[in-house]
Every structure is written in structure tokens, then in C-alpha cells.
């Protein structure tokens, strides 16, 4: 599992309240990154960080912002959830060195719902 | 014109048979190449990755790639009921990876 865990692991929360997604991983990566999935769409690049304080927007980045005070940390917030924001969020690191260098990893997921 | 296609409907296959699936991409400048698989209700796996030209076998899988006409496929030789599950294409380019929307197979015992 490349040491990545995710909580909370399933939120069901309603419109307009804020939520914060934690991704965590234990081998110090450089990269992390959050996507969300949904059907019809495959995995879709929310932001991604390549190192503390390092962020950058992905394809569907409104609504969402970011933060990495820790290399270990990756923090996803909805600032206000709305119904088009349920879906499953996975987090992912991509691996540097050896064999693997390009490879992304994923989390377990979590799966979040707005009423 | 999407990235990363999948065309293809959900794929069945007889067990012990080969599941063919292809992947083409957008971006000829593209260098690496990956596919996961993703059983229902948990996280992509890596299974294959591929960066020259040509196949790349590892075990029952062979990925093979022709970056001039710039596809990807995966071959699953010897099928099981444990391969069924949605395959996702990706592709890497300025430091992202962007996928496709998958292909279901299912191997029917």
C-alpha cells in the first residue's frame, strides 16, 4: 500500500459545510497528489505538491484548495461541499528512485458524500 | 480530443482466454506509460508500466506500446476469475498522470 493511509474513510456531510480530507504517508515522498473518481469520468488531478508548502492546481481544482505544512501531510478542503462534490477522493505519491520513478501509488480512498 | 481513450464496452472473456485491451493517447511528446487495475470499491493498482517501444511481459501480462501511432495495449494471457476488474490506461506528461476512463473485464468461469 506504499504506506499512504487516508481518513476519514467514508464522510457524509451536507451543503455548504466545510470538510478536510487527510492523506498521510510514511516513506517520504516527494509528490503527493489528489484525485477525485466518478463514474463517466475516470480519475480526475484535483492539486498535486511537489514538497512542503508546494502546490500546483489540476484539471478540476475550483471548490477544493490544498496544503502541505509536512512532507508526510497532504490536506484536502472543501471550503463549502456541494452536491457535485460527492465522489470517491483517492490520494496518491509517486515513488522516486530505484526501479520505480514515474509510478504513482494510491491510498485506499475515501468516500465522501454531500446531502 | 481526450488525452487518454478507452473506447471499449466492458470486455467479457472465457477463463483461460486472452483479454485484449488498447489505450491511445493525445501527446506524441509522452514518455511512460501505465496500466492499474481497480477491483470494485478499492484503489487503482499498478500493474504494468511501460516506457520503449515494443512489449514488456511480466508474468501473465504483457503491455505493449507503438509510440508512432501512439497506443497502448495490455494482453492478459491465461485469464482468470480474479482478473475481472476495470483496467485504467495512464499516461505521464508535465509531471501528471492523466487516465482514461478504464475497461471492465470480466472472465467468466
Known amino acids: 500500500d506504499a504506506g499512504i493511509t487516508q481518513s476519514p474513510r467514508h464522510k457524509v456531510t451536507e451543503t455548504g459545510t466545510p470538510v478536510t480530507l487527510r492523506c498521510h504517508q510514511t516513506?517520504?515522498?516527494?509528490?503527493m497528489y489528489w484525485y477525485r473518481q466518478d463514474p463517466g469520468h475516470g480519475l480526475r488531478l484535483i492539486h498535486y505538491s511537489y514538497g512542503v508548502k508546494d502546490t500546483d492546481k489540476g484539471e478540476v481544482s475550483d471548490g477544493y484548495s490544498v496544503s502541505r505544512s509536512k512532507t508526510e501531510d497532504f490536506l484536502l478542503t472543501l471550503e463549502s461541499a456541494t452536491s457535485s462534490q460527492t465522489s470517491v477522493y483517492f490520494c496518491?505519491?509517486?515513488?522516486?528512485?530505484?526501479?520505480?520513478?514515474?509510478?504513482?501509488?494510491f491510498g485506499p480512498g475515501t468516500r465522501l458524500t454531500v446531502l | 480530443q481526450k488525452e487518454v481513450e478507452q473506447n471499449s464496452g466492458p470486455l467479457s472473456v472465457p477463463e483461460g482466454a486472452i483479454a485484449s485491451l488498447n489505450c491511445t493517447y493525445s501527446d506524441r511528446g509522452s514518455q511512460s506509460f501505465f496500466w492499474y487495475r481497480q477491483y470494485s470499491g478499492k484503489s487503482p493498482e499498478l500493474i504494468m508500466f511501460i516506457y520503449s517501444n515494443g512489449d514488456k511481459e511480466d508474468g501473465r501480462f504483457t503491455a505493449q506500446l507503438n509510440k508512432a501511432s501512439q497506443y497502448v495495449s495490455l494482453l492478459i494471457r491465461d485469464s482468470q476469475p480474479s482478473d475481472s476488474a476495470t483496467y485504467l490506461c495512464a499516461v505521464k506528461g508535465n509531471n501528471r498522470l492523466a487516465f482514461g476512463k478504464g475497461n471492465q473485464v470480466v472472465v467468466i468461469p
Open positions: 496518491a505519491i509517486k515513488s522516486s528512485g530505484g526501479v520505480s520513478y514515474n509510478e504513482q501509488f
Open positions: 516513506e517520504n515522498h516527494r509528490y
